[in-house]
């Protein structure tokens, strides 16, 4: 059993104000796994004025003290991957190997990117006589989910502290354990007390109070679209910057050219993955309706090979995260039914022999039309849709027929076609042709997928602001001042300040 009843507010480990706890349960066992602290208001202005009270030092450090502390960071991690990856399977149902190969890589390549990004940023930038500086933002509030749980404080907190702002992070309360070993990673690798603070709880409560807090500069937000207009509405009042990663319901197209047998298998193996709960998952596959029997043949064999079970064993999907989330799903695969898809396999209810825990049947439909409820609503489960379209114009207005636009993805042989068709879909993101991750990219969507971006050089922009001084310097004065990175003041080292610097 996990406990996480403190919070970790300016370098402490702190009571919670209140006394409520909830219960975090194990989804492929229904069973408790522990308890997280719910925190309150209250408990969100202590970490908000740690996190101001530190934001004038950390906010003047050099370049290279942040990037010493994100590769500590990055050494504290390794030290605790397994754990790590055994506290995501536990509290979200991911299978351990996905949570060791995926889940709790991904805060790693984060991590390593912004150090890449931040060692020849330019944090100014001369215009003539006038210098164009990018300064932190301030106090940001991150705000994250339970579905890639290290995926999504690492690209907010990697970002936020190499710019140079402080956090206050609430990590989704159903998967709450990896955030608690994050902060005692920080903790070990000697962030500066109040540069990063923890407080866990539910959205009505911390995460309202945090997006609403008047000392709060930014809130970044992931999470589902219908939470995202909350949050924008709670920010409002303080005119405060929002940045929102939200649903998708992502267009997969398979050209006339394509491998049928390799993108098909590769299209439904990705919706699955991680028992489909992804924000990015190509949940509709639209293909020529003349191939459609050949598409149904490939997606039911690769199905039919597809293992579900205990994520502590070799399995390819886990359960769902959680009872809420196995029964909305449950009923939209009924909503299929009724309106007349081809279940081409899986449906409603449990897989065979698996009575208890979260598991969802990984479910295929063929014939979707887009009209349909599963054609047009967020899943968030191992459901598939597959579409016909009559020609490629026809393929793209479906893909784009669509109030979300987070990713997209494209197979074909004719790579000019493939990017003709990229040009011209509404996605902040278009994979071709299976291409792997790069966390270099750009992460964010159009339209109710969200704005702002994440990842790589983008993420620092969401927490900078810009500022012009006119009448600086010369044009090569000012160049200097830049490639010298002297721009902002610099405090003087103190013999304490040394843990936190980098050695050289």
């Not at 109040?194 to 959205?203: E, H, I, R, S, T």
Request: proline share 6%.
């Amino acid at each position: 059993m996990r406990e996480c009843l403190k919070f970790y507010i300016g370098g402490e480990w702190l009571d919670p104000a209140g006394s409520s706890t909830l219960e975090v349960i194990n989804p492929a066992t229904e069973t408790p796994a522990g308890r997280v602290a719910l925190g309150t208001p209250k408990d969100v202005d202590r970490a908000v004025k740690a996190a101001r009270d530190a934001f004038a030092d950390w906010s003047t450090t050099s370049v290279a003290t942040r990037i010493g502390l994100l590769e500590r960071i990055l050494v504290e991690y390794q030290k605790r991957y397994d754990d790590m990856a055994d506290a995501i399977s536990t509290e979200m149902g991911a299978p351990l190997d996905l949570a060791k190969r995926s889940q709790a890589r991904l805060a790693l390549e984060h991590l390593r990117a912004a150090v890449r990004v931040l060692g020849s940023y330019r944090f100014c930038e001369p215009r003539g006589t006038t210098m164009v500086v990018r300064e932190p933002i301030g106090v940001c509030g991150l705000i994250t989910p339970w579905n890639w749980p290290m995926n999504q404080i690492g690209c907010k907190v990697a970002p936020a502290l190499a710019t140079g702002c402080t956090i206050v992070l609430k990590p989704s309360e159903i998967a709450p354990f990896s955030a608690y070993i994050f902060a005692e990673i920080m903790h070990s690798a000697g962030v500066p007390a109040g540069v990063f603070n923890l407080v866990n709880g539910d959205g009505p409560t911390v995460g309202a109070a945090i997006s609403g807090h008047r000392e709060v500069d930014m809130v970044s937000f992931t999470g589902s679209t219908r939470a995202g207009i909350e949050v924008t509405r709670n920010a409002a009042p303080t005119v405060k910057r929002v940045h929102l990663e939200l649903g998708g319901k992502s267009p997969n197209i398979i050209l006339e050219d394509a491998d049928f047998e390799s993108a098909v298998t590769a299209g439904v193996l990705a919706v699955m993955r991680n028992s489909g709960q992804s924000c990015n998952a190509p949940t509709r596959m639209l293909v020529p309706r003349a191939r459609m029997g050949q598409v149904i043949a490939t997606a039911r064999a690769t199905v039919e090979k597809t293992v579900v079970g205990d994520p502590r064993t070799e399995v390819d999907v886990g359960p769902v995260a959680s009872k809420a989330q196995w029964t909305k799903i449950q009923a939209l695969i009924e909503k299929g039914v009724l309106e007349g898809a081809t279940i081409v396999a899986g449906g409603p209810g449990r897989p065979a022999g698996l009575p208890k825990g979260y598991f969802v049947r990984p479910t295929v439909f063929a014939n979707v039309t887009p009209e349909m409820v599963i054609a047009r609503e967020e899943i968030f489960g191992p459901v598939l849709s597959i579409m016909a379209y009559e020609t490629v114009e026809h393929a793209i207005e479906l893909a784009n027929g669509t109030e979300y636009g987070l990713a997209a993805y494209i197979w074909g042989a004719d790579l000019v076609q493939v990017r003709a068709v990229a040009s011209r879909l509404r996605a902040g993101q278009v994979i071709l042709n299976g291409a792997p991750p790069d966390f270099m990219a750009p992460f964010g969507g159009y339209k109710q997928s969200g704005n702002g971006r994440e990842w790589g050089d983008h993420a620092f922009a969401e927490f900078l602001e810009t500022k012009a001084v006119v009448g600086f310097a010369s044009p090569i004065a000012a160049e200097q001042q830049c490639s010298e990175n002297s721009y902002q003041p610099r405090r003087q080292l103190t013999p304490g300040d040394i843990s936190n610097e980098v050695v050289t």
